[in-house]
């Protein structure tokens, strides 16, 4: 995904790109839909999407799950939440 946009007022492209480039330098190779998280629209091309992901095309997290929730494909969400513990609240921390 390619974050577009003005600060404070994200939108994202979901792009196709190479294990070698990062989507962030622009180095893509077609544009397979987009994202808006304040209105939660996420619009694709659909049988691109099938076509590369049949080629072998691996789609990160945040991707995957959008296609589960579309019905693209099969499977399970990913757990796409960091791994870091929880913050501790300023009491506990205090006492110790």
Do not use: C
Request: proline residues 3%.
């Amino acid at each position: 995904m390619q974050r577009i946009g003005r600060k404070n007022e994200a939108h994202f492209r979901i792009v196709l790109t190479d294990h070698k480039n990062a989507a962030k330098s622009g180095k893509f190779q077609e544009i397979l839909g987009s994202y808006n998280p304040k209105s939660g629209v996420v619009a694709m091309q659909e049988d691109r999407v099938k076509h590369w992901i049949s080629v072998g095309a691996q789609p990160s997290d945040t991707v995957h799950n959008f296609l589960v929730t579309k019905g693209l494909i099969e499977g399970k969400k990913r757990n796409v939440l960091s791994r870091k513990s929880p913050t501790k609240k300023r009491k506990e921390l205090k006492a110790a």
